[in-house]
């Protein structure tokens, strides 16, 4: 449901898009924002975390096709239309006629609304106030008719790893002890809003009730963590593994492991991927995304020692960080 502060926020400067932005653009932008001020890679920053919350937030409503056209609509209204107080020759502002509507000043009074949009208007209006049309009222000035929609309530929980990823039923207890029964979408990411229709407060008139706008935060997983759809894993090697190649298992998210070919001279860092078992979603599926970290013993027997000390003197004489310092001097 719309928000007065719609008026005020620009969700697509909020992102660094254009107003025209596809919804692959806005996703894109979005994933590289949320892994740069995540909470999780910014602990005790503040000014990150509020970063990623108004983010999160502009995303919700860009992402959600219906939202955006809503706020679109009301920014436009915004910049384009005009409310005027019947009898008066200035010009009101959207305080004076919204100001009573959302607690603030200017209710009471009677305005006639000239705008520029045709009927959209009237659609955004009266979904904005209730199910209710918003019509023209006696003596000729336009206002508000039909019941009331409920106001809405907000939650929030927190999901494991898994539940997020996989999706799942969950059920809720509202601050009145009232259950609610909620189905999380596969794929829901941290701090993500779901708009639940309906599960709100009852209209007071007879109207459609409220939403429920649940904030979902989820708990970091030991092995896997996300990366837009796709899952990372590290998966340690040893140094003779890497050098000389082998076959390796990697673990899957709630299945059974799979085995990866690590070629011969296989850096660390290196990613090895494996299609269709990242995360599954409605729009897409994800891959996993194992990275090679070579693993060092940190304690030798003698003859292991001797072995070692005898490849470094038959491997070639040269620096690996020869072209790291070049790059430096340059």
Same mark, same amino acid.
């Given at each position: ?8 926020? =620009? ?32 602990? $005790? ?22 939202? /955006? ?12 239309? /005009? ?51 918003? $019509? ?108 000389? $190649? ?56 003698? =003859? ?27």
């Amino acid at each position: 449901m719309a928000s007065q502060d719609w008026f005020d926020k =620009d969700f697509y400067q909020v992102l660094g898009v254009s107003k025209d932005a596809s919804d692959a653009e806005i996703k894109k932008v979005y994933r590289k924002l949320a892994r740069k001020y995540h909470p999780d890679q910014n602990p $005790g920053d503040t000014a990150a975390e509020a970063k990623f919350k108004e983010i999160s937030e502009a995303n919700a409503v860009l992402s959600d096709p219906e939202q /955006r056209k809503e706020y679109d609509a009301i920014r436009a209204m915004g910049s384009g239309a /005009r409310f005027t107080a019947p009898g008066a020759g200035g010009q009101g502002g959207f305080d004076d006629v919204f100001g009573g509507m959302f607690g603030g000043q200017g209710g009471g009074q009677r305005y006639t609304f000239q705008q520029g949009g045709g009927a959209e208007y009237d659609d955004l209006l009266s979904g904005l106030f209730g199910s209710g049309r918003f $019509g023209t009222a006696s003596g000729g000035y336009r206002g508000f008719g039909g019941p009331s929609k409920g106001r809405d309530v907000t939650a929030s929980t927190t999901l494991d790893f898994i539940t997020a990823t996989k999706g799942d039923q969950i059920t809720l207890q509202t601050a009145e002890g009232r259950p609610i029964t909620v189905r999380i979408p596969a794929g829901v990411a941290d701090g993500q809003k779901i708009r639940l229709r309906g599960k709100g407060h009852p209209s007071p008139d007879g109207g459609e009730a409220g939403d429920l706008i649940l904030t979902v935060n989820v708990r970091k997983h030991p092995v896997f963590e996300r990366d837009g759809l796709n899952l990372r894993v590290t998966v340690p090697v040893t140094f003779a593994e890497a050098a000389l $190649g082998a076959t390796i298992q990697v673990p899957t998210l709630g299945g059974e492991p799979v085995k990866l070919k690590v070629a011969p001279g296989t850096p660390s860092g290196r990613v090895l991927r494996v299609k269709g078992r990242g995360v599954e979603t409605k729009k897409g599926t994800g891959d996993l995304l194992a990275v090679v970290q070579i693993a060092v013993p940190s304690h030798l027997s003698k =003859d292991a020692q001797a072995a070692v000390e005898a490849l470094a003197a038959a491997l070639p004489d040269e620096n690996p960080r020869d072209d790291l310092l070049a790059k430096a001097r340059d």
